[in-house]
């Protein structure tokens, strides 16, 4: 079991920068592929970006490529996501979690509260 917390949430300005960062506990994390989810007020809980356990593959959201960076720092048992170009509608709350095998997820954070707003 992993337990997973993320920080790096606040409010930012349109076009704006965070970094979010999940910080794992427990031995296996370098051996989970990890996931970022986001789910904002009155909608479901959408996928984000993926990283494999190496951080060598990633994946993303239609809705946030090339604006999104995932990565990963296993000797930190850290993952993180660099959020560029922030825009309104990527205000929500942001989970991390751990991928046990493709689409399958194990351990989740608190989740964190993005808000994008003028």
């Known amino acids: 079991q992993v337990q997973l917390a993320e920080s790096g949430g606040g409010l930012v300005q349109p076009g704006g920068s965070l970094r979010l960062s999940c910080a794992a506990s427990g031995p296996a994390f370098s051996s989970y592929d990890m996931v970022w989810f986001r789910q904002a007020p009155g909608k479901e809980r959408e996928f984000v970006a993926r990283?494999?356990?190496?951080?060598?593959?990633?994946t993303y959201a239609d809705s946030v490529r090339g604006r999104f960076t995932i990565s990963r720092d296993n000797a930190k048992n850290t993952v993180y996501l660099q959020m560029n170009s922030l825009k309104p509608e990527d205000t929500a709350i942001y989970y991390c979690?751990?991928?046990?095998?493709?689409?399958?997820?194990?351990?989740w954070g608190q989740g964190t509260q993005v808000t994008v707003s003028s």
């Open positions: 979690a751990t991928e046990v095998r493709y689409g399958a997820y194990g351990d």
């Open positions: 990283t494999n356990w190496s951080g060598g593959i990633t």
